[in-house]
């Protein structure tokens, strides 16, 4: 069987809400089922919006490290608060942009995006997303009776590329990573490194179809993608290495 990808429509919602039973209704709009070992995944936009983790930044009081990381990388002071308040570390940046870590998560501007919320507001990284997608894979589970993986999936910018691709900030359910090591390549030497990351391939392939802009698609199916589900807990550190491990990260500060 192929892989295949279905990005469902969703109505837009206002406020907090049930992201499970909103997966409900749009199952049923689209007139769609999941099925035994599908890889649903949802936007980590759409689990922000639904606990509210949107923040006016009207609302904002700005404290003395806000103040000194907007003049240093010439940002708005309330945007600088919000990127303090919401990360672990922030290596460096440029004009407008700051590279953070939070959680081993890195990203421009701590996660937080201006697109699809009202002007002077800002929609924050979903709390506790391991948790969000394992309660989303269990209800899944009870109600249907089947097993599925979940992804929570945001875009990101890689380095020197143009554009962004999908990226996992969480998962339950589905092996994060597919360990290569001892395999042998098409010449037969043995690989020494390689791991395959299985969710974040399978996140940039639904955020293809899922878009960015004004689709309204926070959903989608992910079939026959032969990743290996299972029912244990998965553990965030089996899917990202602390900034001090990462190549791109010890590469520059090096220099």
Known sequence: MSLSVSALLSERKNGEFDVFEALLETLAKNKTKLQENDVLVISTKYISNSQGRI????KIKVSKKGLDTAKKFQMKPEI??????????????????VITSSENIMAPNGGIDKSNVKKD????????????????RRKIFLKFLIHVGVILVDSRLMPARVGTSGVAISC????????????KDLDGNPLKVTFQAVIDNIATIANHKMGEGAESKPFAIVRDSGAQLTDRKISPSEMAVSPDQCVYVRGLTNV
């Open 55 to 58: 923040v006016s930044t009207k």
């Open 80 to 97: 600088a608060e919000i990127i303090v308040r919401e990360t672990d570390k922030i290596f460096g940046g440029i004009s407008g942009f």
């Open 172 to 183: 339950a359910g589905i092996e994060p990573v597919l360990d290569l090591r001892s395999k």
């Open 121 to 136: 507001q800002v929609i924050l990284y979903p709390k506790n997303p391991f948790l969000m997608a394992e309660q989303i």
